[in-house]
Every structure is written in structure tokens, then in C-alpha cells.
């Protein structure tokens, strides 16, 4: 063999045995287990299909049953309301029931009812009638009974007239026989009068009485050791009280010009006195702040009156009751004491001094002179400021007197000028000056004569001046003191007058 | 160039295998069944893993895994053609081959580390480069391929497309020898083509030695490889020179490789010894044991034996082919995809060196 066969004989050999293992090999293992394979992947490829399927249905049916789920709890929740809802309205309904047959029972009751009242109503209304009728005749009775009855009433009251009038007249008779005999009695007095008696057989004759102006002195006392600031007849009699510097309140009967009784207990000189209506107390303003209350006729200290807190220069006692004591002192207060009580009722306060105090005749006011000038006017039960006027300008007011009617108020001022007032119009109608008349101080007195014609005061030189208010002027000049002369007060019976002065010495006109 | 007859075998040839998975790595009961699968020849073991894994995933103990396989308690070496194990260490071609495999436990002290398919991609793209680096005397020519050429040169590879791989590998021009004597698919006939300007050229070759100590009669008698020190690796390329009248045959390329394993007759006759290159060791087998493979031949042989050494068996592609055959036919249609040559030899050697 060539190499050339031989080497092909090699190569086919080569590609035969190639062959053989291709087929041997892969050949036959590669379909075999391609075969195994196939379906395993196949059936595991359909098997994954089916649990997919498997997995979506399921995730399906889980969503729809929680779909159902929450459906069917919101069934159960209505179910629940529902059923709770009917309950109520069984309730209700039953509850209703029972309502309904409450008030058809109380329609029924109030049926009854109401038939027995409108029985009883007819019953009445009958009634009714029958009474009308009864009170028409008896109205008619009545007019009957009315007109009878006026007749009878004027017949009578023509009756009384007539003998009103028979009265009447015999009245107007005894009267005038009583006037007749007045006149008569009256021409009797004066007839007596004319022979020098004078009998007080009349209440009220003094009243009738003129005053008599003084000429010269009667008396001439030496009351008082250190002077004697305050002096004051009793009610219409002769008996002068005087005050001093001494702290002794001396009784003098001025007829005779000798001392009564002297009153003690006083702690401080004497700067105002004031005695009762019924002449029983006498009351002093001292000026160791206090005012006394004595008796007269024991002569005891019958009351203290405490409260001021300086010395007391003015005081009075009302006129209509001996209860009430006003008073004035020199703390710028007034106080309105009561008797009976003891102690201070009221208090007034006010920022001018007051230096002179008097009641007014109905004892409800006050009539108070100021340092300013002023003369004030206060209600009693208040304490109020009534009114005030100007007595006198710049000057201070030292004296303050009430007349006799109540009528006319005399103010003294250190303008040496004296004023007397209208009570009810408070004007000035009258003003008295003299040219030698100087008001010796600040409480220096002046009074009016118990006919209110003259005015007495006194005078820094020591001389009593008496003017008359209706003319005007100087009608006496009475000079026998020594010093000024302090106060001056008139008897209620018209004479005399008495003065007092610096020294102690009070001097009784007549 | 027309694809052969003998490369469409060569490419499609898949053994098949059944594999085990070792018992210390079964945590299921019943232990998973093996798995049958057909391996490429000129793929790679390590590439196998995606169609194994499967199979026994579920049965592994946690952890991470390290793939390996062994034969008969051998671990195999991941960057020898799956092919080329075969013909080595079954002599007696098993089939199904039944194999090991291992995720844990790696025997680090005897296999170089695989970290996946890219150690595996650059075992094979070194071997072509030291291929290249022998027929031309650089490797220049892979070092310039493009980026895509290189992945479908892999890919091709991986799996098993021998248009593309011709594709891309003729672009390559590592052409060495052409085919004396070719016989046309087609015709059927056997005409010699002789033109052919044969330069003279190297062919990259590795060689797989298995010594044998005793004699044997039938390959079911060789005893099996138990150990790497058993196997000689011998990485020597094969000079060609064009002589009128005379083609080179398996028989003398043998005999220029491993001369030692042929008389003093024999090494006369070749005259391929004279530019015998005896080339170092590849390094991967570190130095360790040198694989020489003894062939023996069944047939044809004409120098007797020496005393020491008879070659037995000579594999080459699961073929045993003649010696006569033309060397120039061997290389163009038995040669890898990394344009080495793998022939394995059955070698009696009365006194085993291992060195």
C-alpha cells in the first residue's frame, strides 16, 4: 500500500471511530435524557402554571371572603341596631298603651265630673234667678226705706236748727251780759288803779301792763366779789338771780335789796344764767366747762352738765318745757341738753364762736349770735342752720333777748349798735345807737322791756342807757356804776330794772 | 473554510454523566437521586454547575458553595477538558461516567482555586494565548482582539457553536498546517488534494502520560488513578517540517515527544526528533507531578519495546486513531478550541519516577 492509501485508510478509520463514539456517546445519552427531561420540565413547567392559578384563585377567594366578612359584620352591627331600635319602640309603644288608657280613664272620670257640675251648675244658675229676683224686691224696699228715711232726717235736722238758733240767741244774750259785765269790772280797775292798788284779781294783767322807765336807783347791792357777769329776774316777780366772778349765785328780793338765798356749787365764775318757766331751776354756764342745774327751792345741785371742753359763756331754758337747756361755749359747739335724760342730746358744731344763746317763745329754735357777727337761727330737733343773718357787720354779736310775745329778737354787737329783728322775716325794724354806748364785751347784755317799747343796756363808761324802740332814741341816761356795766335784765311786772357791773355791783332801778 | 465531518464530531461530542452528590453533603432524606446530564468534550467541568445545581440544591447543608468534582475519590482539575478526564482516567470508557460532586469542602491543598466561569474563561483564553505564542512566537494577535470577539470567542465555546467559533477564530490566523490528505464529505471519494504550502511550524500539544506498573491485557484490568503523582503532564509542541514524499504520521509525532518511550531504531527513523523541543512544564500543575503519559500501541508497531517503557493506549478525542494517520490530519480536525491538541497515553513502565 502507498502511503498515500495507508494514510487514508488511517483517516477513514479516524472518522469510523469518531462515529462510533457519536454514537455511543452523546448519541444515545443525549435524546435519553432530553426524553427524561422533557416531561419532567414539562410537567414542571405545567405544574408551576397550575399553582400560580392555584395561588391567584386563592388570593381571590381570600379577597372576596374579607370583602364578605366586612360586609358581614356591617349586616350584624345593622342587625343590632335594628333589633335594639325595635326594642325601644315596643317600649314606646307599650309605655303609650298604658298612657292612652290613664287618660282615657281620667276623660272619662272628668266627664262625670263635668256632667255633675254642670247639674250643679243649673241648680245654681236657677238659684240665681230666684235670688235676682228676691234682691230686686229688696231693692225696691230699700229705696222705699231711703226716701222715708231722708224725709225723717230733714224734718229732724229742721227741728235741730230751730233750736240751734233758739240757743244761739240765748248765747249771743249771755254774752253780751258778760261783756257788759267785763267793762263794768273793767271800769272798776281802773277806777282802783287811779287810787294806787293794784290787785291782780285777772290772769294775764300783766300783759296789759306798760313798764315804767327807770329814773334812778333803788338799790345798790355789793353782789358779787370780782364782778358779776350774768344777771336775771324771775318770771314776773321781783326776785333777781345774779351770777359772779365769786362761783355763787345769790337770790336778792329787790323790794327790799336784801339777799334770799345763795346757791353754791358752782366751780367756776358764773358767765350765764338761765332759770325755768316755772321759776323752779335755775341753770348756770360756768366756766369751768360745765353748767349747773339747781333747785331753788332745796338750793341742791340737781344736775351736772358735762361735755364742753371750754368755758360755757352762754345758756338758755326752753319756755314751753324746763326739759330742754341749750348752751354755748367757747369750743364752737352748741349743745341741746335734755333735763329729764341727764346727758346732751344734740351737738352743734360751727366755726364761729357763739356768744349768746336765746329760745324762741314756741321752744323749737334757737336764736345764737356769732363772733362773726351773725345772728343764726337753728331747729331744736334737727340741729339744722335755719337761716342766718347779718346782725352786725365785723362786729361781734354779745347779747341775744327774746321778747315777751315772741315776736321781736334784740341783738347787741361791739359795733355798739343794737338791732331788733322780725322773727318771721328775720329784717331789722329797729336799730339803737347812742353815741356814748360802748359795749363793754363780748358778752355784754342788753334787754327789752316786758312791753317792748324800751331797750335798756349798758355801757363801757359805767351808764345805763334806756332807749325807745318806737322813737328811736335816748329816753334815760342812768349813770351811778362805778365800772362797765355787764348785763342788765327787766322785770316781768315792768319795774324795775337791775344792772350789774364790773365790780360786782348791781344797782335796781325804778 | 468548510466545516469537516470530523470537527462536527468533535464539537458535538458530549459524554454523558451521572453525578452523585457526596453523602456528607445529603440533608434530606431520601438522599436526592444523581443527576444525568450529557458534558460537553471540549467544555469545561466547572461550566456544569447551572444544569447541576438544580438537582441538589435543595438537599445541600447551609452555607456557601464550592463546586468540585471527583472520580472515584480523585478530585478533578477544573481547567482539563471535560473530555480529556475521561479518556485519562477511565480506560475502560464508563458510560454514563459516574462522578462526584462537591459544594463544600474544597481540597485546596490538591486543586487550584475556581471561583466561578470566569476563572474557567481565563484558563481557556490563557491556554489560546500560549497556543498563539508557539505557532507564531507571539500573542499579539489574541491580546488585540476586540472586546466582542473575545465573548463570543467564549461563548462559542461554552456553547458548543463551532460556525461562530470559526468565525471568530479565523480572524485569529493561527492556521499551522494544512491537510495532506483530506477526504471531501461530499464526493465521498477519496482524492488527494496536494497542494499545500506547509510552512514549517510548531503545533502546541499536550500530552497526559498515565503510568502503569504492570502489564495488562484488557483495559478493565488498569488500575485506577488514584493519585495526580500517576499521571505525567507534559506540555511540548511538535515541529513540522514538509518533506516531499513523506507525511508525518501520529506514530513520529510520538516518538518526537517522547522519545525515551521508543528504541534507538525508532528514534532514528523520525526525523521530526531533530527539532525537539522539550518545553518546560506548564505551570499548572506547579511543579508538582509531571504527567507522563506512556502510549502503548495496540497495533502497527514496529519498534519493540525496551525493557522500561511500552506505550500501551493512545487517546485522542475518545479515538483511538492509527498511527499511521497524518499528523497534519489529527491537528486540523482533533485539535481543542484553544487550539491545543489533548492526547492522553496508556504507558507501561516497569519502574514508576515520580518527580
Not at chain 1, 238 to 256: A, E, F, H
Not at chain 2, 106 to 134: H, M, Q, R
Not at chain 2, 280 to 305: H, T
Request: glycine residues 6%.
Amino acid at each position: 500500500m502507498s502511503q498515500e492509501e495507508i494514510a487514508r485508510e488511517a483517516i477513514k478509520h479516524a472518522l469510523k471511530a469518531l462515529r462510533r463514539r457519536h454514537l455511543v456517546e452523546e448519541g444515545a445519552h443525549g435524546p435519553a435524557l432530553i426524553a427524561l427531561s422533557t416531561p419532567i420540565i414539562s410537567q414542571g413547567s405545567e405544574w408551576k402554571e397550575k399553582a400560580e392559578n392555584l395561588e391567584t384563585e386563592l388570593q381571590q377567594c381570600y379577597k372576596a371572603q374579607s370583602r364578605l366578612s366586612e360586609q358581614l359584620v356591617v349586616e350584624v352591627a345593622e342587625s343590632r341596631a335594628s333589633k335594639a331600635s325595635l326594642k325601644e319602640n315596643e317600649s314606646q309603644i307599650a309605655s303609650l298603651q298604658e298612657e292612652l288608657t290613664q287618660s282615657r280613664d281620667e276623660c272619662s272620670q272628668l266627664k262625670a265630673d263635668l256632667e255633675e257640675k254642670i247639674k250643679a251648675l243649673e241648680l245654681i244658675v236657677s238659684e240665681n234667678h230666684q235670688i235676682r229676683a228676691q234682691l230686686e224686691e229688696m231693692i225696691a224696699k230699700a229705696k222705699n226705706a231711703e226716701a222715708e228715711n231722708k224725709m225723717l232726717i230733714d224734718r229732724w235736722m229742721l227741728q235741730k236748727m230751730q233750736d240751734a238758733e233758739r240757743l244761739n240767741e240765748a248765747n249771743a244774750l249771755y254774752e253780751h251780759l258778760i261783756d257788759q259785765l267785763k267793762a263794768s269790772g273793767l271800769e272798776k280797775l281802773a277806777r282802783q288803779q287811779v287810787d294806787g292798788v293794784v290787785r291782780r284779781s285777772e290772769e294775764g294783767a300783766e300783759f296789759f301792763m306798760d313798764s315804767i322807765v327807770p329814773t334812778s336807783y333803788k338799790h345798790k347791792i355789793n353782789a358779787h366779789e370780782g364782778g358779776c357777769a350774768s344777771i336775771l329776774f324771775e318770771y314776773n316777780s321781783g326776785k333777781l338771780i345774779s351770777g359772779g366772778q365769786d362761783r355763787s349765785i345769790k337770790l336778792w328780793d329787790t323790794n327790799s335789796g336784801t339777799l334770799s338765798s345763795t346757791l353754791y356749787g358752782c366751780l367756776g365764775s358764773v358767765l350765764d344764767l338761765s332759770i325755768t318757766h316755772d321759776n323752779r331751776s335755775v341753770i348756770a354756764a360756768s366756766s369751768s366747762n360745765n353748767l349747773y342745774v339747781w333747785d331753788v327751792q332745796s338750793g341742791r345741785v340737781r344736775h351736772t352738765l358735762t361735755g364742753h371742753t371750754d368755758k360755757v359763756c352762754a345758756v338758755d331754758v326752753s319756755k314751753v318745757s324746763s326739759r330742754h337747756v341749750v348752751s354755748a361755749a367757747y369750743d364752737r359747739t352748741i349743745k341741746v341738753w335734755d333735763l329729764q335724760k341727764g346727758y346732751c342730746t344734740n351737738t352743734i358744731i360751727f366755726h364761729s364762736n357763739c356768744n349768746s344763746l336765746a329760745f324762741s317763745t314756741d321752744g323749737q329754735t334757737i336764736f345764737s349770735g356769732h363772733v362773726d357777727g351773725n345772728l343764726r337761727l337753728w331747729d331744736i330737733q334737727t340741729g339744722k342752720l335755719l337761716s342766718e343773718v347779718a346782725a352786725h357787720s365785723l362786729a361781734a354779736v354779745t347779747s341775744i333777748s327774746v321778747s315777751r310775745s315772741g315776736n321781736i329778737v334784740l341783738t347787741s354787737g361791739r359795733d355798739n349798735m343794737h338791732n331788733l329783728f322780725d322773727i318771721r322775716s328775720l329784717e331789722v325794724c329797729g336799730t339803737l345807737r347812742a353815741s356814748g354806748n360802748r359795749v363793754a364785751s363780748n358778752w355784754s347784755r342788753s334787754c327789752i322791756s316786758p312791753d317792748e317799747n324800751y331797750v335798756a343796756a349798758g355801757s363801757a363808761d359805767g351808764s345805763m342807757y334806756v332807749w325807745s324802740i318806737s322813737k328811736a332814741d335816748i329816753v334815760s341816761t342812768l349813770k351811778e356804776h362805778t365800772g362797765s356795766v355787764l348785763c342788765c335784765s327787766w322785770s316781768g311786772l315792768g319795774k324795775p330794772l337791775a344792772s350789774a357791773d364790773k365790780n360786782g355791783v348791781v344797782c335796781i332801778w325804778a | 473554510m468548510p466545516i469537516m465531518e470530523a470537527q462536527k464530531y468533535v464539537w458535538e461530542g458530549a459524554i454523558p454523566l451521572q453525578i452523585h452528590l457526596h453523602e456528607s453533603e445529603v440533608t434530606t432524606f431520601p438522599p436526592p437521586p444523581p443527576a444525568l446530564i450529557l458534558a460537553p468534550r471540549i467544555g469545561y467541568l466547572p461550566l456544569l454547575i447551572a444544569l447541576i445545581k438544580p438537582y441538589f440544591s435543595s438537599a445541600l447543608p447551609p452555607g456557601v458553595d464550592t463546586l468540585w468534582f471527583d472520580y472515584k475519590g480523585l478530585p478533578l482539575k477544573w481547567y482539563t477538558p471535560t473530555g480529556v478526564l475521561f479518556d485519562l482516567l477511565c480506560a475502560e470508557p464508563e458510560r454514563p461516567w459516574n462522578l462526584t460532586v462537591h459544594f463544600r469542602g474544597y481540597p485546596a491543598n490538591i486543586l487550584i482555586p475556581c471561583e466561578g466561569e470566569d476563572a474557567v474563561k481565563w484558563s481557556f483564553i490563557n491556554s489560546l494565548k500560549e497556543a498563539a505564542y508557539i505557532i507564531n512566537g507571539n500573542c499579539k494577535n489574541i491580546m488585540n482582539m476586540s472586546q466582542s470577539d473575545q465573548v463570543e470567542l467564549w461563548c462559542s465555546v461554552m456553547n458548543g457553536n463551532v460556525e461562530a467559533y470559526q468565525r471568530v477564530s479565523s480572524k485569529l490566523k493561527l492556521g499551522t498546517v494544512e491537510d495532506e490528505y483530506f477526504v471531501k464529505p461530499q464526493q465521498g471519494t477519496c482524492e488527494t488534494d496536494t497542494i499545500g504550502q506547509v510552512k514549517t511550524g510548531r503545533i502546541p500539544i499536550r500530552l497526559y502520560v498515565c503510568s502503569v506498573s504492570e502489564d495488562f491485557d484488557d483495559l478493565e484490568d488498569v488500575p485506577k488513578v488514584d493519585s495526580w503523582d500517576k499521571i505525567s503532564f507534559i506540555n511540548r509542541p511538535v515541529e513540522i517540517h514538509k518533506e516531499e514524499g513523506k507525511y508525518l504520521t501520529l506514530h513520529d509525532a510520538i516518538e518526537a515527544l517522547l522519545p525515551e518511550y521508543f528504541s534507538e531504531k525508532s528514534l532514528i527513523e523520525s526525523p521530526s526528533q531533530e527539532g525537539e523541543d522539550k518545553n518546560n512544564i506548564s505551570p499548572e500543575d506547579a511543579g508538582d507531578s509531571k504527567a507522563e503519559e506512556v502510549v502503548n500501541v495496540c497495533n502497527d508497531l514496529e519498534a519493540s519495546c525496551t525493557s522500561n517503557a511500552e506505550i500501551k493506549l493512545i487517546r485522542i478525542q475518545g479515538i483511538e486513531p492509527k498511527l499511521k494517520i497524518p499528523f497534519s490530519w489529527v491537528v486540523n480536525n482533533l485539535m481543542n478550541p484553544d487550539y491545543f491538541l489533548h492526547i492522553c497515553l496508556y504507558v507501561k513502565v516497569a519502574n514508576l519516577n515520580t518527580t
